[in-house]
């Protein structure tokens, strides 16, 4: 009974994304050798802090879960759409938004609350990592709950990133982190995950949720949504390659950045994130460690190692200290316990 209780994957997955912000908060913007510097000999070894303090990045997360747990089920674009305005808006005009959130972000939330359409309120060329940092809540639903299945879910991630950053990529990133996430969580092995990934990836590649998406597609220049979504999913293949090409290599020791990029833009934050678990995939804590000392966007890699590490281990990857310490603690349980017992 205790391995079945102790387990809790979804949990696992909620703390360790906000475990992997707090540590990759203090390092965020610096290089390596600055970071390596300010905390010598070996970068942070632990989130510091009671509370340890995290980012725009778990507070954009427990923003989904909270319009996720609120929506009217089953889900739809109309069920949903107005849950996650709200807890956007929310979380733009809260006060504890003071975490250096991105620009992105801010300017769809003002769009969003000065009540323009979800479509016209987003930056319909980012693709910042701010799309898919906050996607986890969606690859923790529940498959056959509330009428979530691959194709809900997968609409669903692309729908959240879409309402603030409306490029392809956005898009298509969110969705394959939330699979990651998904696949973990349900047991899949990490051996094989990259080409379970990049299956789904050439399955997805014009496949246009247009029920949720709508005209978000019409661009100049673009003939046809599926012409759109191709060429977000195009660059989800091209960064997995470098991403397979980083694992054959396997060096713990260089930066991580440098394989697969810094991840300020969704599909670099996805697959560094990814590249840190898999360095260390029977070790999380040495996971957060190496995605903390990160020479880009050391919070948002860092919170996705800690998902996609927390979704494989379960609560048990993280120290009892620093699931006690950790900022929005009761938020993160709250929602931990809703998932782990459907």
């Known amino acids: 009974m205790d391995a079945i209780v102790t387990s809790r994957h979804v949990s696992g997955a909620l703390f360790g994304l906000a475990l992997g912000d707090a540590l990759g908060a203090k390092t965020e913007f610096l290089q390596v050798p600055e970071i390596l510097r300010r905390f010598p000999p070996s970068g942070p070894r632990m989130p510091e802090g009671n509370p340890a303090r995290v980012t725009d990045d778990t507070q954009m997360a427990l923003a989904v879960a909270e319009a996720l747990v609120e929506a009217e089920k089953p889900y739809t674009v109309h069920t949903l759409e107005g849950p996650l305005r709200r807890a956007f808006i929310a979380w733009n005009n809260s006060p504890d938004n003071n975490r250096a959130p991105g620009i992105t972000c801010m300017t769809a939330c003002e769009n969003l609350e000065r009540g323009l359409p979800w479509y016209k309120a987003t930056v319909e060329r980012s693709k910042g990592c701010g799309a898919n940092m906050r996607v986890a809540p969606v690859g923790l639903l529940t498959p056959g709950k509330d009428g979530v299945d691959a194709t809900t879910r997968a609409a669903i991630a692309q729908f959240q990133a879409a309402m603030t950053h409306g490029h392809p ?80 290599v396997m060096d713990r020791d260089s930066d991580p950045c440098l394989a697969t990029g810094e991840g300020w833009i969704a599909e670099e934050a996805f697959a560094t994130g990814l590249l840190c678990f898999l360095l260390f995939p029977d070790d999380p804590v040495a996971a957060l460690q190496r995605a903390a000392v990160t020479s880009g966007d050391s919070d948002s890699i860092a919170c996705l190692t800690g998902v996609f590490a927390g979704a494989y281990h379960g609560i048990n990857a993280w120290p009892i200290d620093w699931l006690e310490r950790i900022e929005y603690r009761d938020r993160l349980t709250a929602f931990g316990n809703i998932w782990d017992e459907m």
């Open 169 to 248: 990529t956005a898009l298509a990133a969110s969705d394959l982190t939330a699979i990651a996430i998904s696949d973990l969580v349900a047991g899949g092995d990490y051996q094989h995950l990259l080409e379970r990934l990049r299956s789904y990836a050439e399955n997805q590649r014009t496949v246009y949720h247009s029920d949720w998406l709508g005209i978000l597609w019409q661009r100049p220049g673009v003939t046809s949504p599926e012409e759109f979504i191709a060429r977000g999913w195009d660059e989800c293949l091209a960064v997995l390659d470098r991403l397979a090409s980083a694992l054959e």
